[in-house]
């Protein structure tokens, strides 16, 4: 004879066994990504929300949370201190405006990342325009990359500096694709959704900036290709 | 080592460089709270919506314009021309 209390009672162990089931995995899925905090997305969300009805300490909170991030992203556009700072203040206003938009599909820190991007690319087109270019001293590109030695010497801010000089010689265009590729490892993937251009766009673009890099060095003197 | 290593190797240098430290918080919610950035109101948003559509449909008018003018400028001054023969 089958007891009625025992029917009663084994769903509810099935549902407990389930519960546990779900809940291992989403504590593996947390534990291999150490570096994402598990309640920074949902905190994120949270703020969005309540800074699209004008909470102004929830808007706080996200400049808080991702300037060093963007940033670190605009550093690599400008390394003029006021004009680098500028350049964050214009993403979280732009990000601000366009708050709307943002749908939670992909990271908060990704969606900034795209607005930084282009806001930083729009600072290059403008200085681009108006032709302030520092000028490049091909002596000390050769005696800073003479040997593995002497690069490896090199300190990580002279490093960049020397790079975001080369970069600088190129058209805003080029030099999106190359600080995007080189610097900031993007693969084609990231590197479109970044720019907002093409796969296809992206692989032209990365080729024709790289053979234009080639003959810059070239024609400058400053290396030879082998 | 070729052109391409050496920027790896200064790319890969250059990407241990700690940025300096911003703080904007002050600065961008000023900003906004004093209201000197705000989001485009709906009627905004038409009115740019429809001087984007009227430059759209202006260029090709223009060029259609021009296009008609010069065609019927020729038979224009030929008359022209021959009043001014006549009265010669």
Excluded at chain 1, 153 to 174: G, I, K, N, S, T
Excluded at chain 2, 28 to 53: H, I, K, N, S, Y
Aim: aromatic share 8%.
């Amino acid at each position: 004879m089958i007891d009625a209390s025992s029917l009663m009672s084994e769903p509810a162990g099935f549902e407990a066994i389930i519960v546990e089931m779900v809940r291992a995995l989403a504590h593996s899925a947390h534990a291999k990504q150490p570096d994402v905090p598990a309640d920074s997305g949902s905190a994120d969300l949270e703020d969005v929300r309540l800074a699209g009805r004008g909470d102004g300490d929830a808007y706080r909170r996200l400049v808080e949370r991702h300037q060093d991030h963007v940033g670190r992203i605009l550093w690599r556009f400008s390394r003029d201190r006021r004009v680098h700072e500028e350049l964050v203040q214009d993403v979280f206003v732009e990000s601000y405006l366009s708050l709307s938009h943002y749908r939670g599909k992909a990271p908060f820190e990704r969606w900034l990342a795209r607005i930084a991007t282009r806001v930083g690319y729009r600072y290059w087109k403008q200085k681009a325009r108006r032709r302030r270019t520092e000028p490049f001293d091909i002596q000390e590109w050769d005696k800073a990359t003479d040997g593995d030695s002497v690069l490896e010497a090199l300190e990580p801010d002279q490093a960049a500096e020397m790079l975001h000089r080369v970069f600088e010689q190129l058209a805003p265009r080029d030099r999106l694709v190359l600080t995007l590729r080189y610097l900031e490892q993007c693969d084609v993937v990231e590197t479109a959704q970044r720019t907002g251009w093409t796969k296809t766009m992206v692989k032209v673009q990365t080729m024709r900036a790289r053979n234009r890099l080639r003959k810059l060095l070239e024609h400058t003197g400053m290396e030879s290709i082998r | 080592m070729n052109w391409e290593q050496k920027i790896e190797q200064l790319a890969a240098r250059a990407r241990d460089e700690s940025p300096p430290c911003v703080d904007v918080t002050c600065r961008v919610l000023g900003l906004l709270q004093a209201g000197q950035v705000q989001p485009l109101t709906v009627t905004e948003r038409l009115w740019m919506w429809l001087a984007a559509v009227s430059s759209v449909i202006a260029v090709p008018a223009a060029a259609a314009a021009f296009i008609l003018y010069t065609r019927s400028a020729g038979p224009l001054n030929q008359i022209a021309e021959a009043i001014s023969w006549a009265i010669q």
